[in-house]
């Protein structure tokens, strides 16, 4: 039976479960990066938006995407990507947060509203408490704003002295 | 059942290299190579706004970004710890993200009602020097000085926040989107960069000799980022552009945070950068970027079309 006459949910269904190819323990819709799924007879189109406006995963995401589509039966298949509005760690599921912890990784916190006016200066490390993934203590350190990928950042436990990576809130 | 000649290519990193793309077309070897459709790109010129204006707008603030990028690139196998290297190349890869969106927008208005629209490919490989509108700070060489990489930085993300954190608002939606996505990504570049001039200036005698020597360096091309350029003044009035003016203020008041936190002096030296008036924005340029674009270009001129 041909993928394209299940219909939407279908479709739907295949694009959420691509896993993400820098965080492979979320799917795409744990990310929050599927904007949406428009399905005509056995055509296609799929929307996405980028975590990060260089991020390289997303052309991965792209072939995934395609290649997942094309395997349930559709021809025809268009992936766009749509910057506005911008990608933001509040979009991740809960689910989604708790496999990031399950994985060892500590998941963003909520991103707090901005205020009006220029955006503040930080010039020491951010003193949200992000809890050690693996013990769960709170003393923990900023060891690098920057992580392996674009997304997260690198910090250590004081207490049981693992380093582990943390999402940052954007 | 497998074969042995499968088995033996599922453990060779080009087969598996050539599998996971194996849905798309052959890739152009020096571009992204991938058909970007992207939404926001082909959106219809704001009414009332002048489309070569528009291109070249979207050319200024993409070739900051390419090549600031470029020259931060740079410091990838030759930065001063590892955590540093993935810091800057995080910072470059914003950018460079940054620059294709501006890029391709440029290449579409620019083309829209000629038919020959340029793509981000050729807009970045194909143009020469006279060609490029980026700002003078964007293309000093660090010479592998840490220092100067910092101060570069702090001066290019903070003046480049500002006017991005001004363009949310701009009537050209490819503009408000890049924006949207560039002010969160420049938060942070700023914050590193001001916390590493923090670090080196408040630090060692050494380390701060080093970085007042790196802040004098880039100073005297601050001026020019605050000159507004014939195009932006246009683009002001139509509610598309920035006034660089404007944010001077604010970038003004930032800086002087960092440095005086810093112990460091804010320099007073002649401005530089401009040539009888004209400067990056008008396609004059230091000697630096022919440097940057032989690095950046050659492959792609010595092997035009070519793709893997």
């Known amino acids: 039976m041909s993928g394209a006459v299940t219909g939407v949910a279908s479709a ?4 959420a479960e691509v896993l993400d190819p820098e965080m492979p323990m979320l799917t795409l819709d744990d ?4 904007r949406g799924v428009q399905v005509d007879g056995d055509s296609v189109t799929v929307t996405i938006t980028p975590t990060y406006s260089g991020c390289p995963a997303i052309e991965a995401m792209r072939d995934d995407i395609r290649a997942r589509l094309t395997e349930a039966g559709y021809d025809r298949v268009e992936v766009r990507t749509v910057l506005s509005p911008a990608w933001s760690t509040d979009w991740i599921s809960p689910a989604g947060l708790a496999k990031l912890a399950e994985h060892g990784i500590a998941p963003p916190g909520r991103v707090p509203p901005r205020a009006a006016g220029p955006i503040p200066l930080a010039l020491s490390a951010p003193t949200a408490v992000v809890r050690c993934p693996r013990c769960g203590s709170p003393a923990t350190e900023e060891l690098s704003r920057f992580g392996p990928t674009a997304c997260t950042a690198l910090r250590r436990c004081t207490a049981c002295r693992e380093p582990f990576e943390h999402v940052k809130e954007i | 059942m497998r074969t042995t000649q499968e088995d033996h290519d599922a453990t060779n990193a080009y087969q598996s290299l050539a599998d996971t793309v194996g849905h798309d077309d052959p890739r152009w070897a020096f571009g992204t190579g991938v058909e970007d459709v992207q939404a926001e790109i082909t959106s219809p010129v ?8 528009l291109a070249r707008y979207c050319l200024m603030l993409g070739d900051d970004a390419l090549i600031c990028a470029q020259r931060l690139a740079e410091w990838v196998s030759n930065a001063p710890e590892l955590e540093e290297e993935v810091a800057l190349a995080n910072t470059a890869l914003d950018l460079l993200g940054q620059a294709r969106v501006l890029l391709a927008r440029a290449g ?3 083309g829209s009602g000629t038919g020959t629209a340029r793509d981000e490919d050729a807009l970045a490989y194909l143009r020469a020097e006279p060609e490029f509108r980026n700002v003078a700070l964007a293309e000093l060489p660090d010479s592998l000085d840490f220092g100067r990489a910092i101060a570069r930085l702090l001066v290019f993300s903070t003046w480049r926040l500002a006017l991005l954190h001004r363009l949310l608002a701009s009537r050209d939606p490819v503009l408000a989107a890049v924006a949207g996505k560039g002010v969160k990504e420049l938060a942070y570049h700023r914050d590193y960069a001001a916390r ?3 670090r080196l200036g408040d630090g060692t005698p050494e380390s701060h000799r080093r970085m007042q020597a ?8 601050v001026e020019e980022l605050f000159r507004t350029s014939d195009v932006e003044r246009r683009l002001v009035g139509a509610g598309v552009a920035v006034d660089p003016a404007d944010v001077r203020a604010e970038v003004d008041g930032v800086l002087d945070e960092v440095l005086s936190r810093a112990t460091l002096t804010r320099p007073t030296v002649p401005p530089a950068g401009t040539v009888g008036g004209r400067g990056g924005r008008q396609g004059a340029h230091t000697e630096h970027l022919g440097h940057v674009l032989a690095e950046l ?3 792609a001129r010595q092997h035009p079309g070519a793709s893997w």
């Open chain 2, 46 to 53: 704001p009414d009332g706004v002048d489309a070569a204006d």
């Open chain 1, 12 to 15: 739907r269904e295949v694009v």
């Open chain 1, 31 to 34: 990310l929050g990066v599927v």
């Open chain 2, 196 to 198: 590493w001039t923090l």
């Open chain 2, 214 to 221: 790196a802040v004098d360096a880039v100073w005297p091309y």
């Open chain 2, 108 to 110: 579409h208005v620019e």
């Open chain 2, 297 to 299: 270009q050659s492959l």
